[in-house]
């Protein structure tokens, strides 16, 4: 019997259903071999998409490891830039504009946004951003002491724990 995954529970509650008990001695007269079926079907379905979990979980390893190497080098990268566009900028700033066949290479202004050291204490609330989130450790050591507080309880997750 192939079974989904999702369809686990029903079909486990509807062969459980279906056991037929005789009154007079207890004994499972009918529905256990269709019981026993989709229990061995489920085990092995529950088998395999655990493993595959795990695998998924290799291949994110995986990703996030690349991921941090890419970081690495596109942050190298970016600072290499930085540092050769601060080198032009004193070359151009000697020499003038650099005119090629291939580039050219001048000097241009923007306008630009120069906060003094203390301009977050003057800055009027409008030009200020603010993020407010609560802090679920604090919250969290705080309930299992005892406290109350008010919007916060606390509650249990489930996960699943696949082990090999």
Do not use: N, W
Not at 138 to 160: F, R
Request: proline share 3%; no cysteine; charged share 30%.
């Amino acid at each position: 019997m192939d079974l989904y995954l999702q369809a686990i529970p029903l079909a486990m509650r509807d062969a459980l259903a279906g056991i037929k008990v005789d009154p007079e001695t207890g004994e499972i007269t009918e529905g256990l071999d269709a019981f026993e079926a989709i229990e061995a079907s489920a085990t092995e379905k529950i088998e395999s998409t655990a493993l595959y979990v795990k695998e998924l979980a290799a291949d994110i390893d995986a990703m996030k490891a690349a991921i941090d190497e890419l970081t690495k080098r596109r942050s190298a990268a970016a600072k290499k830039a930085d540092k050769l566009k601060s080198l032009l900028l004193d070359a151009i700033r000697a020499t003038g504009k650099v005119k090629t066949a291939y580039v050219t290479v001048s000097i241009t202004h923007r306008p630009v946004v120069e906060l003094a050291e203390d301009a977050l204490d003057r800055l009027p609330d409008v030009f200020k951003k603010v993020t407010v989130e609560p802090r679920k450790k604090d919250i969290m050591a705080a309930l299992k002491a005892g406290e109350v507080i008010d919007g916060a309880t606390l509650g249990q997750s489930e996960s699943v724990m696949i082990r090999i």
